[in-house]
């Protein structure tokens, strides 16, 4: 779980290898001690039920071969039981302490990042660069080959040179503040041949990029950034609230301030609002008098700062939401949105649409998911889903607002505080899931079933144990 909370904010492989280290460790307790120490929630029925769904709707898709394989992403859920089988309560503020520190290194790389520049910005294209047949324009910028950094025409030269000749090359461009990747012709067809040229001119970095951390993409690491956050936050108010502005207080709220630049830096505008959102709630359900009023300010400052960067950073009109990417994004929900009640009850099934993405009338040819959870579920599971994927976290919410509303009342301020932060971050990506298919990525889905597990390992001491132990048989 070190490992994992360690890699969580970085890299999904690390992530998912940590936590392959944790199922085998807890199968060799499991044989050895002869008890799982799996513990029964209320929570249990509306995840099976819900995997039970997304299980017969692949089956039934309109692409079976698709989404049967596709089900074995839903394995995520298994990290919320794994967690609450070998976490106990004495560990867990040091794990949490150990992911904001982690989060905490992406952002100060991503800050080292953005002040070192990437790639080169392209001033020109000979026509018979291998690069103009991929649309690559003045301005742009190449800053990787081959998944190989490069920061000079001569970087580039020499990528291309030791690429294999009969293999597409792999391109990722910075245009306008986004990251594009794209795929040349195999270096064998280009024109020079052995000489191997870009045919590209160019002598700066680039400055005007989104951050993204050591992650594969600014969307993933602005979602993790943002449950982190709350974390901090929570910690932060958690103290001030119990213990006024002590060196905790003071550390936690310095971290959740960077944190939350590194979102901004992300610009990503609707992770930052709901990142504000979830803060929000955390402020009006633990901060007083004058600490309300600062923290306010601070959010709007935040929002301002953030906005700074979406203009500076993105294409023109990203602000007003009239932006190419907001324009693409209405019209596939629309497509997708108009065809859930074709298909209702259990879906056109999940990845189904990369098969017939003209077909079913979606727009362009790149394809992607429909940028929103709720959506997506209905669309690639039915409405049957999407009721209990919403009646799951609605649940969650719940259950989590009475369990740190206890803890409020108790001297044990860091159990608090990780609750605090818990609620505000499952504010913030639920949030955020209305316009961000946030769920669909391993990464965040990993991240957030493995804080609903700790969440729950906390909330244990707040429940009301002669009502669990009537309705759970007293497995609890």
């Known amino acids: 779980m070190v490992l994992y909370v360690v890699s969580a904010p970085h890299s999904i492989a690390a992530a998912e290898i940590s936590l392959g280290i944790a199922a085998i460790g807890w199968l060799l307790r499991t044989v050895g001690s002869g008890t799982t120490g799996l513990r029964r929630s209320k929570f249990d029925l509306l995840i099976l039920l819900f995997l039970l769904w997304?299980?017969?709707?692949?089956?039934?898709?309109?692409?079976?071969?698709i989404s049967v394989p596709k089900f074995q992403s839903s394995w995520v859920v298994f990290v919320f039981f794994l967690t609450r089988a070998i976490v106990n309560k004495r560990v867990v503020l040091l794990l949490v302490c150990l992911l904001i520190l982690s989060g905490l290194a992406g952002v100060l790389y991503s800050f080292y990042d953005l002040a070192r520049g990437r790639g080169v910005i392209v001033e020109s294209v000979v026509p018979n660069s291998p690069f103009a047949a991929v649309g690559i324009e003045r301005g742009d910028a190449i800053w990787r080959i081959n998944g190989q950094r490069v920061y000079s025409v001569e970087d580039i030269d020499q990528a291309l040179r030791s690429a294999p000749l009969d293999q597409a090359v792999a391109l990722s461009i910075i245009s306008h503040g986004e990251h594009v990747e794209r795929k040349t012709a195999a270096p064998s067809s280009f024109p020079e041949t052995p000489q191997i040229s870009a045919g590209v001119t160019g002598t700066a970095r680039t400055h005007n990029f989104r951050a993204?951390?050591?992650?594969?993409?600014?969307?993933?690491?602005?979602?993790?950034?943002?449950?982190?956050?709350?974390?901090?936050?929570?910690?932060?108010?958690a103290n001030l609230r119990n213990h006024g502005t002590n060196r905790f207080f003071n550390i936690a709220l310095l971290v959740a301030a960077i944190l939350a630049v590194g979102i901004a830096l992300t610009a990503m505008r609707t992770v930052l609002v709901a990142f504000a959102i979830g803060a929000s709630v955390i402020a009006w359900?633990?901060?007083?008098?004058?600490?309300?009023?600062?923290?306010?300010?601070?959010?709007?400052?935040?929002?301002?700062?953030?906005?700074?960067?979406?203009?500076?950073?993105?294409?023109?009109?990203?602000?007003?939401?009239?932006?190419?990417?907001?324009?693409?994004?209405?019209?596939?929900?629309?497509?997708?949105?108009?065809r859930v009640f074709l298909h209702p009850i259990l879906g056109h099934g999940m990845d189904a649409m990369k098969r017939h993405w003209a077909e079913w009338g979606f727009p362009g040819t790149e394809?992607?998911?429909?940028?929103?959870?709720?959506?997506?579920?209905?669309?690639?599971?039915?409405?049957?889903?999407?009721?209990?994927?919403?009646?799951?976290?609605i649940e969650f919410w719940l259950y989590l607002a009475g369990a740190e509303r206890k803890a409020s009342d108790r001297s044990e301020t860091n159990a608090y505080g990780v609750l605090l932060g818990g609620l505000g971050g499952l504010t913030g990506l639920l949030a955020s899931s209305i316009v961000n298919y946030n769920f669909g990525d391993g990464e965040v889905a990993l991240l957030f079933w493995w804080l609903m597990g700790i969440m729950m390992v906390l909330s244990t001491d707040y429940a009301d144990s002669a009502e669990q132990h009537k309705k759970f048989g007293g497995n609890v």
């Open 285 to 338: 359900r633990a901060a007083r008098g004058i600490a309300k009023v600062i923290l306010t300010f601070a959010l709007f400052f935040l929002l301002a700062f953030g906005a700074v960067v979406v203009w500076h950073t993105r294409a023109d009109n990203a602000l007003s939401f009239a932006d190419p990417s907001a324009s693409l994004r209405g019209q596939v929900a629309r497509v997708g949105l108009s």
């Open 54 to 65: 997304t299980l017969i709707s692949s089956i039934f898709s309109a692409e079976p071969g």
């Open 367 to 393: 394809m992607v998911h429909l940028h929103s959870t709720p959506l997506q579920i209905a669309f690639d599971r039915g409405l049957p889903a999407l009721f209990l994927w919403l009646w799951l976290m």
């Open 212 to 237: 993204s951390g050591w992650t594969r993409h600014y969307e993933t690491f602005s979602e993790l950034l943002q449950i982190i956050a709350q974390l901090a936050l929570g910690l932060a108010l």
